[in-house]
């Protein structure tokens, strides 16, 4: 399986959005459904809380503006997981 892992992340006092998209993710780690889903339930509360270590400065939208308080990272919007089967067919010549 080819698995990928889309987060859409938000930004303080801004509309604007950023999506990234993680590739090649094992099966092991896509399957873990509930971890993920804690996992960026951890990640959103410590940023809420201000116990995020950085990571809220890590990622900024296109309009930061730290006088105004605009822009930093402040939450994950959505996490999709897309999990592909990867199919490869022989075509070479039989002989």
């Known amino acids: ?5 889309k987060l859409d992340l938000g930004y303080a006092n801004t509309d604007f959005t950023r999506q990234y998209t993680i590739n090649n ?5 896509a399957s873990g459904k509930e971890a993920i889903r804690s996992g960026v339930k951890a990640i959103n509360a410590s940023l809420a809380a201000g116990t995020d270590e950085g990571l809220s400065a890590m ?5 930061y503006d730290a006088a105004e308080s605009i ?3 402040n939450h994950i919007n959505s996490v999709t ?5 990867i199919i490869e067919l022989d075509i070479g010549e039989e002989g």
């Open 1 to 5: 399986m080819a698995n990928n892992i």
């Open 25 to 29: 993710v094992a099966d092991s780690i």
């Open 59 to 63: 990622f900024r939208a296109d309009d």
């Open 71 to 73: 822009g930093a990272f």
């Open 81 to 85: 997981i897309v999990e592909k089967e």
